[in-house]
């Protein structure tokens, strides 16, 4: 399975972005993806998962009421619609896509099984 993160960029307080994790290869029916942010010199920080068949959504509450994980089935693509952005949103973001993860497991990166590359995400204040 290959990942493709696209869509970040650099963006006022207050603005919206939307990034995307396109994803080719793989097979398997349960599937989940999972967004994680790093900032240098910190750890990686779960962002946001879903998991389908099933359209479990799991969110950190940093992020919770502003950002929002949807698929687009036709394009086996995983979106991060992230509006009301903060500078502490700045961060590069990953996808990340794994197997049938169960909900309490869906934040922790271990559970991961294939990356994408990062996509820059900068908000000014």
């Known amino acids: 399975v290959q990942l493709q993160a696209s869509g970040g960029g650099l963006v006022q307080t207050g603005a919206s972005l939307r990034l995307s994790c396109a994803a080719s290869g793989g097979t398997a029916r349960i599937v989940t993806t999972g967004w994680f942010r790093q900032v240098p010199g910190k750890e990686r920080e779960f962002v946001a998962s879903?998991?389908?068949?099933?359209?479990?959504?799991v969110y950190a509450d940093s992020v919770n009421g502003r950002f929002t994980i949807f698929r687009d089935n036709a394009e086996n693509t995983v979106s991060l619609q992230m509006n009301s952005l903060k500078p502490e949103d700045t961060a590069i973001y990953y996808c990340?896509?794994?197997?049938?993860?169960?909900?309490?497991?869906?934040?922790?990166?271990?559970?991961?099984?294939?990356w994408g590359q990062g996509t820059l995400v900068t908000v000014s204040s």
């Open positions: 879903m998991r389908w068949p099933g359209n479990n959504r």
């Open positions: 990340a896509r794994g197997p049938r993860i169960i909900m309490s497991a869906m934040s922790d990166f271990k559970s991961y099984d294939f």
